[in-house]
């Protein structure tokens, strides 16, 4: 499986987390974001989006996983594009639930509000 990693400006300093979290599991990861806060150019979730959309559309990638402060952006921004299922996961049962039920191509992470200890830890569940 091909998997974009797309982080925007206010969830940037997760993205090496995210990337630890998909490490070691045979898909090839395309780091397609932000990587740190402060580089240029800034993204926000509508660019991100719309980047998540392109990957997809063009069939460069079979899944993205994006996010931003709270996950809703990201959601909501993907969600108006036709042919884009996009889950808001927060706990590795909502993965689970998310791949059997929905079998998406899209999952935006909860990025800022409520990160905090074993968050990391949180993201190799989800990915589990």
Not at 24 to 34: F, K, L, P, S, V
Not at 53 to 76: I, S
């Amino acid at each position: 499986m091909i998997i974009a990693v797309i982080n925007e400006t206010s969830a940037a300093d997760k993205n090496p987390h995210i990337i630890a979290a998909l490490e070691g599991r045979e898909h090839t990861i395309i780091n397609a974001g932000m990587k740190q806060t402060g580089q240029y150019p800034e993204l926000t979730y509508i660019h991100t989006s719309f980047m998540a959309v392109l990957l997809l559309y063009t069939r460069r990638v079979d899944l993205v996983v994006g996010g931003c402060g709270t996950g809703q952006g990201l959601l909501n921004a993907v969600l108006q594009y036709p042919g884009i299922v996009c889950g808001h996961i927060v706990t590795a049962l909502d993965a689970w639930l998310f791949a059997q039920i929905n079998n998406g191509n899209c999952i935006s992470l909860m990025l800022n509000q409520g990160y905090g200890w074993a968050s990391e830890q949180n993201l190799r569940f989800i990915f589990d």
